[in-house]
């Protein structure tokens, strides 16, 4: 029998012009970069099909390659990392993107922050953002139900 476990949105706190925060429980204990190769890496080939071509399509952000390598997780750049957190970074002519997994003893915390460069990224965001908002709880899911037993 599969546990259930609720993906919830919590406050985020931050000087970012958007930012959000979703966290789920999990229990299996993952480094931030598993984590994170797991959300985005392990999804779907039509999920990630449909990620990359809005990140770069809608978004512009210029993704790094190879996809996936010890330095980029999808595509994105890890910008840093420790024993609790992963950052990862993209930048477009619009907006820079940041994606921060936080690993807590029984929580997956993911973070998106968005600072605009321009008020054009603004109005492609808020086109964007109620799809991210979807997609985000749904992939943090899928990982953590994948990992269960």
Same mark, same amino acid.
């Given at each position: 029998m599969r546990k259930r476990y609720? !993906?919830?949105r919590i406050p985020a706190t931050g000087a970012a012009d958007y930012e959000d925060a979703f966290e !789920?429980?999990?229990?299996e204990t993952r480094s931030p970069e598993?984590?994170?190769?797991a959300v985005l890496q392990d999804a $779907? $080939? $039509?999920v990630r099909w449909f990620l990359l071509l809005g990140w770069r399509a809608f978004l512009g952000l210029r993704l790094r390659r190879p996809l996936s390598s010890a330095h980029h997780i999808l595509g994105w750049h890890v910008a840093a990392f420790d024993s609790a957190t992963i950052r990862l970074g993209l930048?477009?002519?619009l907006m820079n993107a940041h994606l921060l997994f936080r690993v807590?003893?029984?929580a997956l915390t993911l973070t998106t922050d968005i600072a605009y460069l321009r008020r054009t990224g603004w109005m492609v965001w808020v086109l964007v953002a109620p799809v991210h908002r979807r997609m985000i709880p749904y992939l943090l899911m899928r990982a953590t139900a994948d990992r269960l037993v």
């Open positions: 609720r !993906v919830r !789920v429980t999990i229990s598993q984590w994170a190769r $779907p $080939p $039509p930048s477009s002519p807590s003893d029984d």
